[in-house]
């Protein structure tokens, strides 16, 4: 039964999208979280064990990733990126 749809060419097409979708999302959805990790270990390595490590780090990875790694580096204080 559940391979009716993929009986037709427009089933086929839709199936296959959403495959692809799927791999899309999932590729994506890796990146950001390797592009997360590698904020963490830098703010970790730069300022130890900070109470909201995992915030900061999210939002400074999916902000200007580039330009806050350059301000980490330039010996910006936690407090200073995170306004």
Do not use: C, Y
């Amino acid at each position: 039964m559940s391979n009716i749809p993929e009986q037709s060419e427009l089933g086929r097409e839709f199936a296959q999208r959403s495959r692809e979708q799927g791999i899309t999302e999932g590729w994506q959805q890796g990146i950001t979280e390797g592009r997360v990790d590698l904020m963490r270990a830098l703010l970790r390595a730069k300022f130890g064990e900070i109470d909201d490590l995992d915030d900061l780090a999210r939002h400074l990875a999916g902000h200007d990733r580039d330009g806050n790694i350059a301000r980490i580096v330039a010996g910006a204080t936690p407090a200073e990126l995170r306004s």
